[in-house]
């Protein structure tokens, strides 16, 4: 096991936003967004100065934690790794999600964490968790503070002392099962540090969520993530095979192994509980060796119909395999254009001919080019004869539900983007423009009435507000039975009095039509307080008892992240 870093070494955001600091969306060199952007929410790029926001500009409450407490935890994990400077505590005290986003941009610190804490194993993080009890504080988790929930923002009524515990110094791979395919890791490990150290050794997890630079291990197991190769890898309840985690009894351990749980599952229980039940330490995931061959295809379809149809057949097929398949629906395929470079170099223009040729002779063939058109994006893995002859097999579903193959090139360029999108969430923040995402899970027999009804609401309420929106939707993991539909909406905020209340009319007209109409409140971005408000409709009041009494049986005086989930 390698030196373990310090607290300060610990990868974090910057304080108002997504990632590194030096890191932010450009659009200069794409020609087409500035006129989508001027269409579509009505803001002008050229003409607004972009405002960022300073740290120094607002007032930062000081910590409530008590100086004997303070020394009782630096007795713990040492002077060095417990922070409590003004902008770890902000960094902190809040998630991603949008409404996280503006509160902290705008200085709103209603309630902040008073001390962050950097446990090094097991042993420290049950120690802290018994000065928890013991002094009645409170305990929040933190993976990367990437989660859209609301799940580590703590309580703006907590008047208790409140702690975050970052599990970034716990990042190793402990030891992994040739055999059985099993790695046993440390919960605190981020994405690209997980796959780095199984990588070298030639083995992959293969889960890819779109936070994969900032988010980590456990906060992958405490929150139910899904990454975008889920078709074959699986969602993070099919990946996790094992965990250890610290609660206020003891340690609660699932067996990695096959048919795991007697009675009812204690591993399901503490996947999704998101700190609710304790500390997530330690977590077995299956794992599997690096494809020798990988090739994303591109595919273009006249239309969303069409398109659901050849990704219908895909899933069903017996003789394919993809890693993942995804299906942008005509306004994110006109976005997805947007978001294209300028080209500079000789093979960027020539390119760029092919694809005005294709459009035209697609155009001549019926299709709308600029608002139905829908791409598709394929991944396979495998040997090159597996990955050419399931290729094959797409190619023929896809002809046959009226899509064309695109090829590599287009393929190759959304797998090396895929992680940028959520810098472009603070870029139009800059600008005041929201933008946000809603996913649901949806049977296939009802996919598309969930997509159109969607788009009908959102409108609908942007109409009340008087604003104007921009909604698009993409389809990805893929099941037997159906597949998450992704929305990704943004509208110009009038002012920052209103700019909440703008912005949960949109969501809630959304998050409201999947209840409606028997989807998922969340496929896969957790409950936390965002989602809260839907719960008892997507598991039933009987089911949300089940929950309540499990939280209030483990945790009776309230001190895991309380509120999280579901009202007390």
């Given at each position: 096991m390698s030196d373990r870093l310090s607290a300060r070494e610990v990868k974090r955001h910057k304080w108002?936003?997504?990632?590194?600091?030096?890191?932010?969306?450009?659009?200069?060199?794409?020609?087409?967004?500035?006129?989508?952007?001027?269409?579509?929410?009505?803001?002008?790029?050229?003409?607004?100065?972009?405002?960022?926001?300073?740290?120094?500009?607002?007032?930062?409450?000081?910590?409530?934690?008590?100086?004997?407490?303070?020394?009782?935890?630096?007795?713990?994990?040492?002077?060095?790794?417990?922070?409590?400077?003004?902008?770890?505590?902000?960094?902190?005290?809040?998630?991603?999600?949008?409404?996280?986003?503006?509160?902290?941009?705008n200085g709103l610190f209603e309630r902040l964490v008073d001390a962050v804490v950097y446990p090094a194993s097991e042993d420290e993080v049950a120690r802290i968790l018994r000065l928890v009890l013991d002094e009645d504080l409170v305990l929040i988790p933190y993976g990367g503070g990437s989660c859209?929930?609301?799940?580590?923002?703590?309580?703006?009524?907590?008047?208790?002392?409140?702690?975050?515990?970052?599990?970034?110094?716990?990042?190793?791979?402990?030891?992994?099962?040739?055999?059985?395919?099993l790695a046993r890791v440390e919960a605190g490990v981020y994405g690209p540090d997980l796959e780095?150290?199984?990588?070298?050794?030639?083995?992959?997890?293969?889960?890819?969520?779109?936070?994969?630079?900032?988010?980590?291990?456990?906060?992958?197991?405490?929150?139910?993530?899904?990454?975008?190769?889920?078709?074959?890898?699986?969602?993070?309840?099919?990946?996790?095979?094992?965990?250890?985690?610290v609660h206020p009894d003891g340690v609660a351990v699932t067996k990695p192994i096959p048919g795991r749980d007697s009675g009812?599952?204690?591993?399901?229980?503490?996947?999704?509980?998101?700190?609710?039940?304790?500390?997530?330490?330690?977590?077995?995931?299956?794992?599997?060796?690096?494809?020798p061959v990988r090739q994303v295809i591109a595919y273009m379809y006249p239309d969303w119909e069409h398109g659901i149809r050849g990704m219908h057949a895909i899933a069903r097929s017996t003789d394919v395999t993809p890693t993942f398949t995804r299906l942008s629906d005509g306004p994110e395929t006109e976005f997805s254009l947007a978001m294209v470079k300028e080209p500079s170099s000789t093979k960027g223009k020539v390119a760029a001919k092919v694809q005005d040729g294709l459009f035209a002779y697609l155009r001549s063939k019926g299709w709308d080019t600029t608002n139905e058109m829908s791409i598709s994006y394929v991944c396979f893995e495998g040997t090159k004869e597996a990955v050419e002859h399931q290729k094959a097999i797409v190619k023929k579903i896809v002809k046959r539900a009226g899509g064309i193959t695109l090829g590599a090139g287009p393929g190759a360029i959304y797998d090396q983007k895929k992680f940028d999108t959520p810098y472009l969430r603070d870029f139009l923040m800059n600008y005041q423009v929201f933008g946000d995402v809603c996913d649901t899970g949806a049977t296939w027999s009802n996919i598309n009435e969930v997509h159109s009804k969607v788009y009908d609401a959102?409108?609908?309420?942007?109409?009340?507000?008087?604003?104007p929106g921009f909604m698009f939707c993409h389809m990805s993991h893929s099941y037997h039975a159906g597949a998450c539909l992704y929305f990704t909406f943004a509208f110009p905020y009038s002012s920052d009095e209103q700019a909440l209340e703008q912005y949960y009319r949109a969501k809630n007209a959304v998050q409201q039509t999947f209840v409606d109409l028997g989807s998922t409140v969340s496929h896969h971005h957790a409950v936390g307080t965002e989602h809260q408000p839907w719960i008892t409709e997507d598991i039933g009041e009987v089911g949300a008892r089940m929950v309540t009494g499990l939280f209030a049986d483990n945790d009776p005086g309230r001190n895991l992240n309380p509120g999280k989930i579901i009202a007390p």
């Amino acid at each position: 096991m390698s030196d373990r870093l310090s607290a300060r070494e610990v990868k974090r955001h910057k304080w108002w936003g997504w990632g590194l600091d030096d890191v932010t969306f450009r659009y200069d060199n794409k020609p087409a967004f500035a006129p989508l952007a001027r269409n579509k929410v009505g803001v002008d790029l050229d003409a607004k100065q972009p405002v960022e926001p300073e740290l120094s500009d607002h007032e930062v409450p000081a910590s409530r934690l008590p100086e004997a407490t303070r020394a009782a935890l630096v007795d713990v994990v040492g002077e060095e790794n417990l922070l409590d400077d003004d902008e770890y505590r902000v960094v902190h005290s809040f998630g991603r999600s949008l409404p996280d986003l503006f509160r902290v941009r705008n200085g709103l610190f209603e309630r902040l964490v008073d001390a962050v804490v950097y446990p090094a194993s097991e042993d420290e993080v049950a120690r802290i968790l018994r000065l928890v009890l013991d002094e009645d504080l409170v305990l929040i988790p933190y993976g990367g503070g990437s989660c859209i929930s609301g799940s580590v923002t703590p309580d703006v009524d907590e008047q208790r002392p409140i702690l975050t515990m970052n599990l970034g110094r716990m990042r190793e791979v402990i030891e992994i099962d040739d055999t059985a395919g099993l790695a046993r890791v440390e919960a605190g490990v981020y994405g690209p540090d997980l796959e780095e150290q199984l990588n070298a050794l030639g083995w992959t997890v293969g889960h890819f969520p779109d936070s994969f630079t900032y988010s980590t291990l456990g906060g992958w197991a405490a929150t139910r993530s899904s990454g975008m190769q889920s078709d074959k890898y699986g969602d993070i309840e099919d990946i996790v095979r094992g965990l250890r985690l610290v609660h206020p009894d003891g340690v609660a351990v699932t067996k990695p192994i096959p048919g795991r749980d007697s009675g009812p599952s204690v591993h399901e229980m503490i996947l999704g509980s998101e700190g609710r039940l304790g500390v997530i330490t330690e977590v077995t995931v299956q794992v599997h060796r690096i494809a020798p061959v990988r090739q994303v295809i591109a595919y273009m379809y006249p239309d969303w119909e069409h398109g659901i149809r050849g990704m219908h057949a895909i899933a069903r097929s017996t003789d394919v395999t993809p890693t993942f398949t995804r299906l942008s629906d005509g306004p994110e395929t006109e976005f997805s254009l947007a978001m294209v470079k300028e080209p500079s170099s000789t093979k960027g223009k020539v390119a760029a001919k092919v694809q005005d040729g294709l459009f035209a002779y697609l155009r001549s063939k019926g299709w709308d080019t600029t608002n139905e058109m829908s791409i598709s994006y394929v991944c396979f893995e495998g040997t090159k004869e597996a990955v050419e002859h399931q290729k094959a097999i797409v190619k023929k579903i896809v002809k046959r539900a009226g899509g064309i193959t695109l090829g590599a090139g287009p393929g190759a360029i959304y797998d090396q983007k895929k992680f940028d999108t959520p810098y472009l969430r603070d870029f139009l923040m800059n600008y005041q423009v929201f933008g946000d995402v809603c996913d649901t899970g949806a049977t296939w027999s009802n996919i598309n009435e969930v997509h159109s009804k969607v788009y009908d609401a959102f409108y609908a309420a942007q109409r009340e507000q008087d604003l104007p929106g921009f909604m698009f939707c993409h389809m990805s993991h893929s099941y037997h039975a159906g597949a998450c539909l992704y929305f990704t909406f943004a509208f110009p905020y009038s002012s920052d009095e209103q700019a909440l209340e703008q912005y949960y009319r949109a969501k809630n007209a959304v998050q409201q039509t999947f209840v409606d109409l028997g989807s998922t409140v969340s496929h896969h971005h957790a409950v936390g307080t965002e989602h809260q408000p839907w719960i008892t409709e997507d598991i039933g009041e009987v089911g949300a008892r089940m929950v309540t009494g499990l939280f209030a049986d483990n945790d009776p005086g309230r001190n895991l992240n309380p509120g999280k989930i579901i009202a007390p």
